[in-house]
């Protein structure tokens, strides 16, 4: 009876899986933000390395991971499978519940999967500096701990709200040498215009990304980072996948739903995509489900359309199922959920029906991530607890059905610095909040014509 | 060039190691605090159940685990031994520098690994609650998480300064069903006493203990639980010794120096009894290093006495270094650290001169644990941190003789819940504080008669 399937150092995936090689219709390219032409590669040079827009851009299937990448996985990974018998047991059901630790990564999430590569790659093309944009400090501080790594600088530009009231990430950012600007800042124009307009700005993940943005294209030694939406960043997390097939096969099961949550959407392509190619290329039957906050039901309610990434409209227009880039999503609390967008190859695989969604209010999800602690012992992110209320649900299913069936999860981080949230689930302080109809219609007032017309 | 050695659930250990069984000179044995003989067995009913006063008495070489307490350790157990290579490299030496990683127990810390089997024995006994105290929240939590799975109750006195000013873990303990009181409260004769001379008392250690050893000595189904200092703790902690011997023969190496910070005692002694058990009776030249705090220097600069456990006298007289049961830590960060006594099994060593104490100021310790956390990416409790910063010493010492050397640390726990702690090293705000000799005299005039007579 063993709780953990693990792997040795030596079994550490050597090449990232490319979805990009087996998806029979890929999503639209991307547009520049200015032309409204498609993408080309040299548009991307003012902010990202050659190795990472070849990455974002490729159809080849497999690209290897390099060597001084995997040593730095090597601190954490492979990550353990844990089989949940405890929650099982308590749940009485006859299903098998699996789930992929990412919580042990140094930095506590998936995040630093992709932050390493980001770090080494553009360490390889002579760039200095590295700006990027956090919320809750999730990425911010993956990014920190990866360039520390590499030897490069680290700009972060963090939400206003989030720097003042969370304090713990910003900490460990600095810890590891980040230079954390609470955003807006007056260090670039993005930042001075909304500080003109109103200098007690709360600030937002929109304007701290124009920010960083800004910051990258103008300054030639210094790039830009993005933990989640892009190719490339997809790409770089599908070690998370690429290990559970090994594991499970060890122990001869195979998955009939793969669940992960879904803000950006990298942690759930990261461990869906590799399950995803057997669907496509050898004919598996696997159920995939994405869930995400009823308070910010991109995938669920939102339109597929051209949208930015950013406030400012200085990213280029990518095609995905948006809330509209003017969304502001109430203060839930799982900051990594709240993105008005989604990565656009795994909006092809919900438009083609190969990933289902689901949408969850909050408090069914601490209550979710409340048993889990107790039964399992490890307290989850509010963002992962969507995922684990979601197999949950299915493991009871399976029950009522009366059917074995194998749940594989993906538990993308621990929840030790989010105490505050659990503390206002245990004070009864949590709200659930559905998004109004009228507030989405307004939001998606804003999307850009070039879609529209 | 692997990181980390990992061992399979089926070599979880089977048995702890009891170190009674080979020691040849016992430390004196406990006496009552109010008879001032030799306790025995049944003095303890009132608070312990039988097979923990049986296992705090014997001189049986080997105590079986049980399989339902191996059942709950296989959920973190067995922990990675990790090579610091990254740390090796920073720091140009010629030594191996291996670390075992308690920090990814659920609880944070290795203190679940005597929670467990304390909540599995009073289950066993009947008990219905267990009653502790808890200082920072390390242990608390880690018991309230043990007796959560083994279905008891919980009541955890926390010094009111840190249920007030920590509220992190205090919210952990409560979302595992644990009742959390400040102490002093008005629930037990003995916080009501204090509360009455002073009713802002900001609490202390000694105070909680009195509490909770109140409250189980009270109620006919409570007992009480320690987290460290008695021999049945210490026992239970070799676990990590054990793991680490077999991590160390996969590959080939043997350490010439273990390492632990010591605060009760119950980590450090944890690693090293299992090697100590090779000098004993092997004849094996291993050195051992027990670090501790300048500002609570028990084994450096204490004198060894019979004294209490608590501040109100409720607990039997312990024969140990201690710098007197009145002695008031200052606030330095490292809160598991702050105790005035020591484990008498690790005294007695320290005693013979199998195992040296070292102390370090707190400034030092925090270098040595950002240092870590660059490197390794591992952010260390500061407690845990005053291993790192010995074994680091032990590490440029080899450099600069020009050998190698095999260094084995016990990393205890993450500082996860201790930010605030690094947020103040980074703004320059720690203070070294070193414990003046008249403040040591005055604290050591409160030793019970008994010993000083």
Redesign the interface.
């Known amino acids: 009876?063993?709780?953990?399937i693990?792997l040795?150092?030596?079994e550490l995936p050597e090449a990232w899986y490319n979805l990009q090689a087996d998806l029979p219709r890929l999503p639209k390219p991307p547009l520049h933000p200015v032309t409204g032409e498609v993408v080309k590669p040299e548009d991307l040079a003012p902010i990202f390395p050659p190795a990472l827009i070849e990455q974002e851009m490729t159809r080849e299937r497999w690209i290897p991971i390099p060597e001084e990448v995997r040593?730095v996985y090597?601190?954490?990974r492979p990550t353990p499978l844990f089989r949940a018998r405890?929650l099982e047991k308590y749940l009485d059901t006859p299903a098998h519940i699996y789930y992929k630790h990412e919580g042990?990564s140094?930095?506590?999430s998936h995040k630093l999967n992709t932050a390493v590569p980001q770090a080494y790659f553009n360490r390889q093309a002579g760039i200095r500096r590295l700006a990027t944009e956090t919320g809750a400090g999730q990425w911010g501080s993956a990014l920190a701990?990866a360039c520390?790594?590499f030897g490069l600088e680290c700009t972060v530009y963090m939400v206003k709200v989030s720097y003042e009231q969370k304090?713990?990430r910003r900490?460990?950012m600095?810890?590891?040498?980040a230079e954390v600007l609470p955003s807006p800042s007056p260090r670039t124009r993005s930042g001075k215009e909304v500080l003109e307009k109103d200098p007690s700005s709360p600030g937002s993940l929109g304007i701290a990304i124009s920010e960083a943005v800004e910051d990258a294209a103008t300054h030639e030694d210094t790039n830009y980072a993005l933990g989640s939406v892009l190719n490339h960043v997809l790409l770089h997390q599908t070690v998370i996948g690429l290990e559970s097939k090994r594991q499970m096969e060890k122990i001869g099961e195979k998955p009939d739903v793969v669940i992960g949550c879904v803000g950006g959407g990298s942690n759930f392509s990261g461990l869906a995509f590799p399950w995803v190619a057997d669907c496509l290329t050898k004919g598996e039957k696997i159920r995939f489900l994405a869930v995400e906050p009823a308070a910010c039901p991109t995938l669920t309610r939102g339109v597929r359309a051209y949208d930015y990434g950013d406030v400012a409209g200085l990213t280029p227009l990518l095609y995905m199922y948006t809330l509209g880039r003017g969304f502001i999503p109430p203060a839930i609390h799982a900051g990594g959920l709240r993105y008005h967008g989604d990565a656009p190859l795994l909006c092809q695989l919900v438009a083609d029906g190969v990933v289902e969604a689901r949408a969850y209010g909050q408090r069914q999800v601490f209550d979710a991530a409340?048993l889990f602690?107790?039964t399992?012992?490890?307290?989850p992110a509010p963002e992962s607890a969507h995922a684990v209320k979601a197999a949950i649900d299915e493991a009871l299913a399976a029950r009522e059905a009366g059917e074995k069936k194998v749940i594989l999860f993906n538990l993308s981080g621990h929840g030790?610095?989010d105490?505050?949230a659990?503390?206002a689930y245990?004070e009864g302080q949590l709200e659930d909040y559905t998004l109004p109809e009228e507030k989405l219609k307004e939001s998606l007032s804003s999307l850009p014509q070039v879609e529209r017309a």
Do not use: C, N, T, V
């Not at 009876?1 to 953990?4: A, N, Q, W």
């Open positions: 009876m063993s709780y953990k693990l040795d150092e030596r040593e090597r601190l954490w405890r042990i140094p930095a506590g701990m520390r790594f304090p713990y900490i460990l600095q810890l590891f040498g409340a602690a107790q399992e012992g490890i307290l030790h610095f105490l505050a659990y503390a245990l």
